[in-house]
């Protein structure tokens, strides 16, 4: 009876660790895949991409990616994290050196499918980060800012308007720095 | 004030039953009678809280120091199945009275997905409570949540079959009877639990 | 029973959602859209199968006192390859089923199939019938998450055709019940046993 049970364990235990070892190469492909399509939805067109640096603002690390045309740095693509409604909500924001916001992506999140879920694909709420001009201000109305919430999902919408203000800071660091 | 928001979220706003969908065979199952449902409740309530115990302290000591995190799965249930085995023997010896109100029950708790369930969520979901950044919970935070989060489920069986009871006696159309009228009263019930996804 | 009837058997006559009323937990919850149930009826088909074949091929070998152990091993193996092979091939589908994946250990359906239908038959029919099965629940999930698709956000498989936001309760915890509830009177109206 133990024999049996030793047995079955043993032998799962190495189906698991050859499956594992099989599929390691390629879960690590994938995630990167993710990553460089994000980065690549945010930024323009052309230029080389840096590798993977970081920059501590307000007490936290970011991880960021300089878009390279020659020497000069042509933008940047932040990933920034904020908690939404169900968790943790984790962006690419592409922005302009002089602090406009390019584009915009979700790499994860645990927002309500159909409510929150929606920052992924809402036109109406993702369109306006697009070109979003330094002189607006990243907040929502309700919080008197410049850009109107998901409809029915306001935290969600506020977390989202948060990591992009602060991807922006970023850069805005950054650029002081240099 | 971060324990306090655990709880609620986790009894009400998150109702593991009705906005999570975890445990819904024996919810279904078990919910005719007001006095098995209390049994029931409280048996899940106990597993629930022990396991997330164990399995947490296994996840952060053995699994993640080894790099192991793909054997979570096939770890938790097995811890899971073990514990409920445990739990069965020490009940029957210590206290004969308990294993009488939740004995019956505990053999079913093993497959129950609420157990395996919160256990998991507890190690991977980022939680992010009261406007601080979302991160993982920590031993203490993880006990009050597997706790609350029973207690939910415990609410939600208990009221529930409440209204089974009321409804067994009523008129209902063939093709209703049983458990779609059952479905049908849930899916109110959980549009009411909704109204406090508002406090949090 | 022949073997065509094993395969079909899923879709009215023992199905696994309405008449069996097995797995609801994935049922409710990953059925948010049309194409969300098709993923998780084929995550579910794929530990149905591998799991029922390798559960009648063990099942002469184990001794009677510890086979449920060795079956929910036997079962978590093969969820957590599918973790493992999804996190490799699938990662869009991997993060929108989320926990619901490992829950297919405790997904009844598959420990039910093992000790009803595995452990007594060969090879060939277990895996026939964990197809079965599997295809019966594949096409519940995609039936309940079509229906809460269009009911919510007014498209199929994710093509929208009717504009505007769609009622959002269908999408959300209440419209899981509420659908399954009808369409299990539905079911029980005109499908069921003549």
């Known amino acids: ?178 | 004030m971060e324990y306090l928001l655990i709880i609620i979220s986790a009894i009400f706003v998150n109702n593991i039953l009705l906005s999570q969908f975890l445990g819904i065979c024996p919810f279904l199952g078990v919910s005719n009678k007001l006095s098995t449902a209390t049994g029931m409740s409280g048996a899940v309530c106990f597993v629930i809280t022990l396991a997330t115990i164990v399995t947490y302290l296994i996840n952060k000591y053995l699994l993640l120091p080894f790099g192991l995190e793909f054997l979570q799965t096939i770890a938790f249930i097995l811890v899971i199945a073990a514990l409920v085995q445990i739990v069965e023997i020490v009940l029957k010896k210590i206290s004969p009275s308990l294993y009488q109100a939740l004995g019956i029950f505990l053999p079913l708790i093993t497959t129950n997905c609420a157990v395996l369930g919160v256990a998991i969520t507890v190690v991977t979901k980022e939680f992010s409570l009261g406007g601080a950044e979302a991160h993982l919970l920590n031993l203490g935070q993880a006990t009050v949540y597997a706790l609350a989060t029973s207690v939910g489920y415990g609410i939600a069986m208990i009221l529930f079959a409440g209204l089974r009871e009321h409804l067994a006696g009523n008129h209902v159309p063939e093709a209703f009877k049983g458990l779609p009228i059952a479905l049908i009263t849930v899916g109110i019930m959980a549009m009411a639990f909704l109204g406090f996804s508002g406090i949090v | 029973m022949s073997k065509w009837s094993l395969v079909t058997k899923g879709f009215v006559k023992d199905n696994p959602t309405f008449v069996l009323v097995l797995g609801m937990c994935p049922t409710l919850a990953t059925t948010t859209s049309a194409i969300n149930g098709l993923e998780m009826g084929l995550a579910t088909l794929f530990v149905l199968v591998l799991s029922n074949i390798a559960i009648s091929a063990l099942a002469p070998l184990v001794p009677d006192k510890v086979h449920i152990p060795v079956y929910i091993v036997v079962i978590a193996t093969f969820v957590t390859v599918l973790q493992l092979v999804m996190q490799a091939y699938a990662p869009g589908a991997y993060a929108t089923l989320g926990l619901f994946i490992p829950l297919i250990v405790v997904n009844c359906i598959v420990l039910g199939r093992a000790e009803a239908f595995a452990n007594k038959n060969t090879v060939v029919d277990s895996a026939l019938d964990g197809l079965g099965i599997g295809l019966g629940f594949t096409l519940s999930l995609t039936v309940i998450g079509l229906v809460r698709e269009i009911l919510g956000s007014g498209s199929a498989f994710g093509f929208k055709f009717i504009p505007g936001d769609g009622m959002l309760a269908f999408v959300m915890a209440p419209g899981a019940f509420i659908v399954l509830g009808y369409l299990m009177v539905l079911f029980n109206k005109y499908l069921k046993k003549k």
């Not at chain 1, 930024?43 to 080389?48: I, T």
């Not at chain 1, 036109?123 to 029915?152: C, H, M, W, Y």
């Open chain 1, 1 to 178: 009876m133990l024999l049996c049970l030793t047995l079955v364990c043993l032998l799962c235990a190495a189906i698991l660790g050859g499956v594992y070892a099989m599929t390691y190469k390629p879960i690590q492909k994938a995630n990167e895949n993710i990553l460089k399509a994000s980065i690549g939805a945010v930024l323009p067109e052309g230029g080389s991409i840096s590798e993977e640096k970081t920059a501590i603002f307000d007490g936290r690390t970011y991880t960021y990616y300089e878009q390279l045309s020659g020497d000069a740095v042509q933008a940047y693509a932040v990933k920034s994290a904020t908690s939404g409604f169900g968790g943790r909500l984790e962006l690419m924001v592409g922005v302009l050196p002089d602090g406009t916001v390019n584009n915009t992506r979700v790499i994860s999140h645990s927002e309500t499918p159909g409510l929150g879920a929606k920052c992924q694909t809402d036109e109406r709420f993702l369109g306006q980060f697009r070109g979003l001009a330094p002189s607006k201000v990243i907040k929502l109305r309700n919080d008197g800012g410049d850009l109107d919430a998901i409809t029915a999902s306001t935290i969600t919408s506020r977390a989202y308007t948060l990591a992009v203000s602060n991807a922006v800071e970023v850069v805005k660091s950054l650029k002081k720095e240099n």
